[in-house]
């Protein structure tokens, strides 16, 4: 299986998504230049953490006009596996392929560490190895990690189970402590947290592995 | 004829002897861009003129050094093939004005000399000091100024993708109406690919790239020179704005046009812009620069020869490349979306020629003004000192409320306020981050990793600058032993105040002497830094203060962290209980925060047993005996032992001391030399430490939740884990009142 991570100019994380999958997964990754107007034959591509153009604006608004998202729109909606990190996550949202917004985190400031999440469901292609209510540890690095969404909305995602992760000890207020969510054909997934972050013991947790070991699972039996 | 006034040149802070010099080097009047290139390159911030005769004293080669100072950022070998760049800087001037900019630009700063070198940057830490947050007359202005500097950094490092892994912040009433700001950053590259600043080739192009020029920060340099009277804040527009975007999209197109293999020399335009990188990329080849300023981006219209050469825009670079191959180079920075341009070209004259539309308008020799600023032997006496020798009559009326007071205190409590703020763990090298007695990064591609600290102290230099000095050295050294790395090269920040104030000077001299002996005997030679002076306002200077960042080497694998893992392991103090006396225990922080007072001494440092100590640490570390390892230093064993506590474990301790040393300095003393492990093989740790002629007494023992230390049977503190826990880690946010 292939992996194409998405590189915007102000992406941070790229690198790291691209060791997180070539060396800790094992699988091989490629970039993706932000001016790309095709994905090329990979088969599950990754928006990674960082500040994409800048982000001065709202986070990913700029982004969302990219050659390389019109790209990516088309690659989710022929049912490819689109997992959008951190920033990534906002662009998402941004774009409309994920329900809600991501807003200023509820203390203002940004925050940095460890966090636990529960496993809401594994009925996604990104935790079909997980099991439903597993406790994953993995870092949170963000200043606007907020999740937001009208009611109706949140209503939807739970009734849908679209929740994917939800933090277990709320950092930045995000509502209904909502952490990670899929779109509605549950190929696109969005989550704050940093997954490629957590690959190996040395960086202190290998839960993250365990979302990219999903998504090679779900694509193998595909 | 020049039409150049005593007040003119006065205000571009020049003396009347340097504006003599400078009229014997052009064997005329300068005009008056001259002046102001001359006045910034001569200006103490970038020549060093008042502690350069000093910091000759400083070694700089060692068997790891392949750049010492001089460069950009030093550079040494670390094996496998790889090197890192390494370098400190102060903000201090524009973090007082400025918090939040004046910070994030401190970083920006300090990143672009360390990818200059061809280096990715890999980690920032920072060394701040700021007024005490609670002093009713100051506090909220001191609160403020954190806050800022932190945002500032957040801002700065989080959006440029470089890790903030450590560091230190002090609070102390010295520093009230001056914060110091001071920021390492360390980056790796292959060794075989480090780039230099030293223009060469006559007829290649001098290409200018990032940001468009603007009036902004123009004299930054000159600012920083001189201490502040009144009001700072008409000094904000000198102050230059920060973009970390940009700033890494130059990191990305630097590094990809160094790879076309077409970039000959390569600076940034840090303090004194592109006047200082025109004059420093000649001076170091030995060649001429030749530039016309209508090529050079302008952010505004109408700007003057004069704005444009001491514009200090941020995040411009400025490169020499080959003739001929100019397009590889633009072809990358239009890639990024960035402005380079061909703005002169290397000359054989030495002589730095600015051209405005064809014009001359400027016509000075390079080494003049990189190298043949005026050096003063400035006179120095005995250090300053504002703090009596003896000490006075104290008797502690409750060991265990000093020693809440201590854990609660602003220098001891738990900083992790600030640190989250910092995404620590971008690149994903951080093996241990920030809260750590040094942080470590692996290097992916090797088995080797780096461990990094920052280390000063000015409470213990303002009653004794050299033995400050030395202790500082000894100290940060020591923190990265207690990780298992063996320190191999240092960088230094020194903040002081006025030097044309001879007890300033005799502060600085003392100082550079201490680090100098201590570097030399630890063997970790400075291999660059940066001197901040004029620390004053008011005429109140700071404490002195130098800073050292130290940077060792480790074989990478799991970190070996502070805190206590399991119960019923063995507690031993490496290196002994310690002496010290009621001189010495006046620069503790049981004095400041308990007492209220500080008196007498630093500590005593025997350095031979300090240098055995550490030996011995890193020899258990690397058998893999000890199971948590932690330096003893501020608040001294009390404070470590509950540090040690703090893990996620809830592990404490049960100690019992056979001392009759007074109780408070048994306690609370600081005297270096010790470092408090846990392991299960007490009998292999006291082996090594015998064969290193080392103490080391086996104290206690691990217990789950609670810690207890008795001395001759009689406990002297006991708390459960828990609620000292949350006093240590909630006391920052109390005094900030979030």
Same mark, same amino acid.
């Given at each position: 299986?292939?992996?194409?991570?998405?590189?915007?100019?102000?992406?941070?994380?790229?690198?790291?998504?691209?060791?997180?999958?070539?060396?800790?997964l094992?699988?091989?990754?490629?970039?993706?230049?932000?001016?790309?107007?095709?994905?090329?034959?990979?088969?599950?591509?990754?928006?990674?953490?960082?500040?994409?153009?800048?982000?001065?604006?709202?986070?990913?608004?700029?982004?969302?006009?990219?050659?390389?998202?019109?790209?990516?729109?088309?690659?989710? #909606?022929?049912?490819?596996?689109?997992?959008?990190?951190?920033n990534?996550?906002?662009?998402?949202?941004?774009?409309?392929?994920?329900?809600?917004?991501?807003?200023?985190?509820?203390?203002?400031?940004?925050?940095?560490r460890?966090?636990?999440?529960?496993?809401?469901? #594994?009925n996604?292609?990104?935790?079909?190895?997980?099991?439903?209510?597993?406790?994953?540890?993995?870092?949170?690095?963000?200043?606007?990690?907020?999740?937001?969404?009208?009611?109706?909305?949140?209503?939807?995602?739970?009734?849908?189970?679209?929740?994917?992760?939800?933090?277990?000890?709320?950092?930045?207020?995000?509502?209904?402590?909502?952490?990670?969510?899929?779109?509605?054909?549950?190929?696109?997934?969005?989550?704050?947290?940093?997954?490629?972050?957590?690959?190996?013991?040395?960086?202190?947790?290998?839960?993250?592995?365990?979302?990219?070991?999903?998504? #090679?699972?779900?694509?193998?039996?595909? | 004829?020049?039409?150049?006034?005593?007040?003119?040149?006065?205000?571009?802070?020049?003396?009347?002897?340097?504006?003599?010099?400078?009229?014997?080097?052009l064997?005329?009047?300068?005009?008056?861009?001259?002046?102001?290139?001359? %006045?910034?390159?001569?200006?103490?911030?970038?020549?060093?003129?008042?502690?350069?005769?000093?910091?000759?004293?400083?070694?700089?080669?060692?068997?790891?050094?392949?750049?010492?100072?001089?460069?950009?950022?030093?550079?040494?070998?670390?094996?496998?093939?790889?090197a890192?760049?390494?370098?400190?800087?102060?903000?201090?001037?524009?973090?007082f004005?400025?918090p939040?900019?004046?910070?994030?630009t401190?970083?920006?700063?300090?990143?672009?000399?360390?990818?200059?070198?061809?280096?990715?940057?890999?980690?920032?830490?920072?060394?701040?000091?700021?007024?005490?947050?609670?002093?009713?007359?100051?506090?909220?202005?001191?609160?403020?100024?954190?806050?800022?500097?932190?945002?500032?950094?957040?801002?700065?490092?989080?959006?440029?993708?470089?890790?903030?892994?450590?560091?230190?912040?002090?609070?102390?009433?010295?520093?009230?109406?001056?914060?110091?700001?001071?920021?390492?950053?360390?980056?790796?590259?292959?060794?075989?690919?480090?780039?230099?600043?030293?223009?060469?080739?006559?007829?290649?192009?001098?290409?200018?790239?990032?940001?468009?020029?603007?009036?902004?920060?123009?004299?930054?340099?000159?600012?920083?020179?001189?201490?502040?009277?009144?009001?700072?804040?008409?000094?904000? +527009?000198?102050?230059?704005?920060?973009?970390p975007?940009?700033?890494?999209?130059?990191?990305?197109?630097?590094?990809?046009?160094?790879?076309?293999?077409?970039?000959?020399?390569?600076?940034?335009?840090?303090?004194?812009?592109?006047?200082? %990188?025109?004059?420093?990329?000649?001076?170091?080849?030995?060649?001429?620069?030749?530039?016309?300023?209508?090529?050079?981006?302008?952010?505004?219209?109408?700007?003057?020869?004069?704005? /444009?050469?001491?514009?200090?825009?941020?995040?411009?670079?400025?490169?020499v490349?080959?003739?001929?191959?100019?397009?590889?180079?633009?072809?990358?920075?239009?890639?990024?979306?960035?402005?380079?341009?061909? /703005?002169?070209?290397?000359?054989?004259?030495?002589?730095?020629?600015?051209?405005?539309?064809?014009?001359?308008?400027?016509e000075?020799?390079?080494?003049?003004?990189?190298?043949?600023?005026?050096?003063?032997?400035?006179?120095?006496?005995?250090?300053?000192?504002?703090?009596?020798?003896?000490? +006075?009559?104290?008797?502690?009326?409750?060991?265990?409320?000093?020693?809440?007071?201590?854990?609660? %205190?602003?220098?001891?409590c738990?900083?992790r306020?600030?640190?989250?703020?910092?995404?620590?763990?971008?690149?994903?090298?951080?093996?241990?981050?920030?809260?750590?007695?040094?942080?470590?990064?692996?290097?992916?591609?090797?088995?080797?990793?780096?461990?990094?600290?920052?280390?000063?102290?000015?409470?213990?230099?303002?009653?004794?600058?050299?033995?400050?000095?030395?202790?500082?050295?000894?100290?940060?050294?020591?923190?990265?032993?207690?990780?298992?790395?063996?320190?191999?090269?240092?960088?230094?920040?020194?903040?002081?105040?006025?030097?044309?104030?001879?007890?300033?000077?005799?502060?600085?001299?003392?100082?550079?002497?201490?680090?100098?002996?201590?570097?030399?005997?630890?063997?970790?030679?400075?291999?660059?830094?940066?001197?901040?002076?004029?620390?004053?306002?008011?005429?109140?200077?700071?404490d002195?203060?130098?800073?050292?960042?130290?940077?060792?080497?480790?074989?990478?694998?799991?970190?070996?962290?502070?805190?206590?893992?399991r119960?019923?392991?063995?507690?031993?103090?490496?290196?002994?209980?310690?002496?010290?006396?009621?001189?010495?225990?006046?620069?503790?922080?049981?004095?400041?925060?308990?007492?209220?007072?500080?008196?007498?001494?630093?500590?005593?440092?025997?350095?031979?047993?300090?240098?055995?100590?550490?030996?011995?640490?890193?020899?258990?570390?690397?058998?893999g005996?000890?199971?948590?390892?932690?330096?003893?230093?501020?608040?001294?064993?009390?404070?470590?032992?509950?540090?040690?506590?703090?893990?996620?474990?809830?592990?404490?301790?049960?100690?019992?001391?056979?001392?009759?040393?007074?109780?408070?300095?048994?306690?609370?003393?600081?005297?270096?030399?010790?470092?408090?492990?846990?392991?299960?093989?007490?009998?292999?740790?006291?082996?090594?430490?015998?064969?290193?002629?080392?103490?080391?007494?086996?104290?206690?023992?691990?217990?789950e939740?609670?810690?207890?230390?008795?001395?001759?049977?009689?406990?002297?503190?006991? %708390?459960?884990?828990?609620?000292l826990?949350?006093?240590?880690?909630?006391?920052?946010?109390?005094?900030?009142?979030?």
């Amino acid at each position: 299986m292939r992996f194409g991570v998405v590189v915007f100019p102000g992406s941070n994380c790229d690198h790291d998504a691209w060791y997180a999958i070539s060396r800790n997964l094992g699988c091989p990754a490629e970039f993706i230049w932000h001016q790309s107007q095709s994905l090329g034959n990979v088969d599950a591509v990754i928006l990674p953490g960082g500040f994409s153009y800048g982000d001065y604006l709202r986070c990913g608004a700029i982004a969302k006009f990219s050659p390389v998202m019109a790209a990516v729109r088309r690659f989710a #909606a022929d049912g490819g596996l689109v997992l959008g990190i951190c920033n990534g996550f906002q662009i998402l949202a941004e774009s409309g392929l994920l329900p809600g917004a991501l807003i200023r985190n509820r203390g203002l400031k940004f925050i940095c560490r460890q966090v636990e999440l529960e496993t809401v469901t #594994a009925n996604s292609p990104f935790t079909c190895l997980a099991s439903k209510g597993q406790t994953l540890r993995m870092p949170i690095a963000h200043g606007e990690g907020c999740y937001y969404a009208d009611e109706r909305t949140l209503d939807e995602l739970e009734a849908e189970d679209r929740v994917v992760f939800r933090y277990r000890d709320n950092p930045n207020g995000s509502l209904r402590d909502i952490a990670g969510i899929l779109n509605r054909e549950r190929n696109v997934m969005g989550l704050m947290p940093h997954p490629e972050r957590a690959t190996e013991p040395l960086m202190g947790s290998s839960d993250g592995l365990l979302v990219f070991r999903s998504m #090679a699972a779900a694509f193998a039996v595909r | 004829m020049s039409t150049l006034t005593p007040e003119l040149i006065s205000a571009h802070q020049l003396t009347e002897q340097e504006y003599q010099r400078i009229v014997s080097i052009l064997g005329r009047e300068p005009n008056y861009t001259e002046l102001g290139i001359f %006045s910034v390159m001569w200006s103490e911030h970038c020549s060093y003129k008042s502690s350069r005769v000093h910091l000759k004293k400083l070694p700089t080669q060692g068997s790891h050094v392949i750049q010492g100072p001089g460069e950009n950022a030093g550079v040494i070998d670390v094996g496998g093939g790889w090197a890192v760049a390494f370098k400190i800087e102060s903000h201090n001037h524009p973090s007082f004005i400025e918090p939040f900019q004046g910070a994030a630009t401190g970083v920006g700063g300090i990143l672009r000399d360390i990818f200059t070198m061809g280096a990715r940057p890999i980690a920032v830490l920072d060394s701040l000091r700021f007024g005490p947050l609670d002093d009713p007359r100051t506090g909220a202005r001191n609160r403020r100024i954190l806050a800022g500097v932190v945002s500032g950094i957040a801002h700065y490092g989080n959006c440029f993708g470089v890790p903030t892994v450590g560091g230190e912040c002090v609070f102390e009433t010295g520093y009230s109406g001056n914060p110091l700001v001071n920021v390492l950053a360390l980056g790796v590259a292959r060794k075989d690919r480090i780039f230099y600043a030293r223009a060469a080739g006559v007829g290649n192009p001098v290409i200018y790239v990032g940001a468009k020029t603007g009036r902004d920060g123009i004299h930054g340099a000159s600012m920083a020179s001189a201490e502040f009277t009144g009001d700072a804040r008409q000094k904000r +527009p000198n102050v230059q704005v920060g973009d970390p975007f940009l700033e890494k999209l130059l990191l990305e197109a630097c590094l990809e046009a160094m790879e076309t293999g077409a970039i000959v020399a390569i600076q940034d335009m840090g303090a004194a812009g592109l006047t200082c %990188s025109t004059c420093e990329m000649g001076s170091r080849g030995g060649a001429g620069i030749e530039i016309d300023l209508q090529y050079v981006p302008q952010r505004e219209a109408g700007m003057t020869p004069y704005e /444009i050469m001491l514009s200090e825009s941020q995040e411009r670079m400025l490169l020499v490349a080959e003739k001929g191959r100019e397009e590889e180079v633009f072809r990358v920075f239009r890639k990024w979306g960035l402005d380079a341009v061909t /703005i002169g070209c290397v000359t054989a004259d030495g002589m730095l020629r600015v051209k405005n539309h064809g014009r001359v308008v400027a016509e000075i020799p390079n080494r003049a003004l990189a190298d043949e600023a005026p050096v003063y032997e400035r006179p120095y006496t005995r250090p300053l000192r504002k703090y009596p020798m003896d000490a +006075p009559p104290f008797r502690s009326a409750d060991l265990e409320a000093d020693w809440k007071a201590l854990l609660a %205190s602003g220098d001891v409590c738990s900083k992790r306020w600030i640190w989250e703020q910092y995404d620590y763990m971008v690149r994903t090298n951080t093996v241990a981050g920030p809260g750590g007695d040094a942080a470590v990064l692996r290097i992916k591609e090797t088995d080797i990793s780096l461990a990094v600290a920052l280390d000063g102290n000015g409470r213990y230099c303002a009653l004794a600058p050299r033995q400050g000095a030395r202790l500082a050295v000894a100290e940060c050294c020591r923190n990265l032993s207690t990780v298992g790395a063996l320190p191999v090269a240092a960088t230094n920040c020194l903040n002081f105040g006025n030097p044309e104030r001879p007890e300033i000077m005799g502060q600085l001299v003392e100082a550079i002497e201490g680090m100098a002996e201590a570097c030399r005997f630890f063997e970790t030679p400075i291999t660059g830094g940066n001197v901040s002076l004029y620390n004053e306002t008011l005429g109140e200077a700071i404490d002195p203060t130098p800073v050292v960042g130290v940077v060792g080497l480790l074989k990478t694998g799991p970190p070996l962290t502070a805190d206590f893992k399991r119960p019923g392991r063995a507690v031993i103090l490496l290196g002994g209980l310690g002496d010290c006396d009621e001189i010495q225990f006046g620069s503790t922080q049981y004095a400041k925060v308990v007492l209220g007072r500080i008196w007498g001494l630093p500590p005593a440092l025997d350095m031979d047993y300090e240098k055995r100590v550490q030996a011995a640490m890193r020899e258990i570390a690397a058998a893999g005996l000890a199971e948590s390892a932690h330096d003893v230093s501020d608040g001294g064993l009390a404070v470590a032992l509950a540090e040690s506590s703090f893990g996620p474990a809830g592990v404490g301790a049960v100690v019992e001391l056979a001392s009759g040393m007074r109780e408070e300095f048994l306690l609370f003393h600081e005297g270096p030399s010790r470092i408090l492990l846990s392991t299960e093989h007490p009998e292999a740790v006291e082996a090594i430490a015998r064969r290193h002629g080392v103490e080391a007494p086996r104290i206690g023992v691990t217990v789950e939740g609670r810690i207890r230390l008795a001395a001759r049977g009689r406990v002297l503190v006991e %708390s459960a884990i828990e609620p000292l826990r949350r006093l240590w880690e909630t006391a920052l946010e109390r005094m900030l009142g979030v």
